[in-house]
């Protein structure tokens, strides 16, 4: 059953119509119509290709995956306010579970307007790019990154040691000595084991038992947490805030990476942890130049853009520096990369979903990032499942765990 019109206001509410002119809204307006499913009718079927996206205005909805997972979605989840299916050929099976309101969209059409979102964040890019022009300090760093001569910050000795020691199978007594030498370090450790994270009946009174107690690839990564905060450390004045600030993000999106992964079970907490911490990595080598340029280092427009073009592959080139793995490498490179959909959810899916966590309820920061649920990596890692604010639930839920991550951390 077919009817005509659907409303203005309705289209300025989904993405990305909402990037429309009013105008060219009006003309859209005029060329679709509401379509009405009965329950049982098969929206769209997984495998099969029509260029079509489908946008579901009212009603419930089953949503399968080809591996066989199901979703219902009903009136009023924020997975209204985009496409259920746009790619070809569609990836999923949606049927209706009552009468459904929808209508179907040419996919070339978002791919479009897509495309105009791009330029016009790029046209904000292009303002940034103006302040690389004549700027020594881009012009250093980049040159240092051509002739492969980039200054790289050294990973602290202890963090060097204990992962060598780990990784090439150590006795634990060896690896005990070495922690030793750093008293702040055992005192991080202990307290670490005691704490809500890892506590048993018994306090854990040694390096030895919290070693036991939390396991060597656990020890091996907050060894490595401690000693990256003493890389966000300079005596510069006009950095010394950014590098203060740049800490205090990392050790969010390194809580809230730590928590989600213990909510999903297919991530090892502690390794998220640690990749939220490192996310912003190649920040760090852009700060140490800017100390040598003064008048960029007190201009944040400037430093801004050379931060904002340099700091995801600089951050990549560290870390294949430091011998971290590819799942390390892969969200250093990728970590405000919104849109990216890889086949399967790993851990640069886990760190930019945590990262956007961080920013709700910030309205400064906030105006420029995608909607949580409009970014793919959302729904791949299933925090829409069964409940569309299962993902701010679980971060609700366990802000006393985010708490004491934050505190150890600060350490």
Avoid at 173 to 195: G, M, Y
Avoid at 259 to 287: C, I, S, T
Avoid at 293 to 308: F, G
Wanted: aromatic share 6%.
């Amino acid at each position: 059953m077919k009817e005509p019109g659907i409303e203005l206001h309705t289209l300025a509410d989904l993405f990305p119509l909402c990037l429309m002119t009013e105008a060219e809204r009006q003309m859209l307006s005029e060329q679709l119509s509401v379509l009405k499913g009965k329950k049982g009718k098969c929206l769209v079927e997984c495998g099969t290709s029509d260029n079509k996206a489908l946008y579901v205005l009212d009603g419930k909805i089953k949503v399968e995956t080809m591996d066989g997972q199901c979703q219902i979605l009903e009136s009023g989840a924020p997975q209204f306010k985009s496409p259920i299916s746009f790619v070809n050929p569609h990836k999923v099976t949606v049927t209706c579970m009552s009468t459904v309101e929808y209508f179907r969209l040419e996919n070339h059409v978002i791919a479009n307007l897509l495309e105009r979102k791009n330029a016009n964040h790029n046209a904000t890019d292009q303002g940034l790019q103006e302040h690389l022009r004549d700027n020594p300090l881009f012009a250093a760093i980049y040159q240092d990154l051509l002739d492969d001569k980039l200054f790289i910050p050294t990973l602290p000795k202890i963090a060097v040691g204990v992962r060598k020691a780990i990784e090439s199978d150590m006795p634990i007594r060896k690896i005990e000595l070495l922690i030793q030498a750093d008293p702040a370090l055992a005192t991080l450790l202990i307290k670490t084991a005691n704490s809500a994270l890892y506590r048993t009946r018994n306090t854990a009174s040694s390096i030895e038992q919290a070693i036991m107690r939390m396991g060597l690839r656990t020890v091996k990564n907050l060894v490595t947490s401690y000693s990256l905060k003493h890389l966000f450390n300079t005596e510069h004045k006009a950095i010394k805030q950014r590098m203060k600030d740049l800490w205090i993000h990392c050790t969010e999106v390194a809580a809230v990476s730590f928590v989600l992964a213990k909510h999903l079970r297919q991530f090892d907490p502690e390794q998220a942890l640690l990749m939220g911490l490192l996310h912003n990595v190649g920040v760090l080598p852009v700060l140490s130049y800017a100390e040598r340029y003064p008048d960029i280092a007190s201009d944040e427009a400037k430093l801004d853009a050379t931060v904002a073009s340099l700091k995801a592959e600089v951050g990549a080139i560290i870390l294949t520096k430091w011998q971290f793995s590819q799942d390390f490498i892969t969200v250093a490179r990728e970590s405000e990369t919104w849109m990216r959909d890889s086949t399967t959810a790993d851990y640069a899916d886990l760190v930019l979903v945590a990262k956007l966590h961080t920013h709700i309820g910030r309205e400064h920061q906030a105006s420029y990032l995608p909607a949580l649920h409009a970014v793919p990596a959302f729904h791949k890692l299933g925090l829409d499942q069964d409940d569309p604010n299962k993902g701010l639930s679980i971060i609700a839920d366990a802000n006393e765990q985010i708490s004491e991550v934050r505190s150890l951390l600060s350490l």
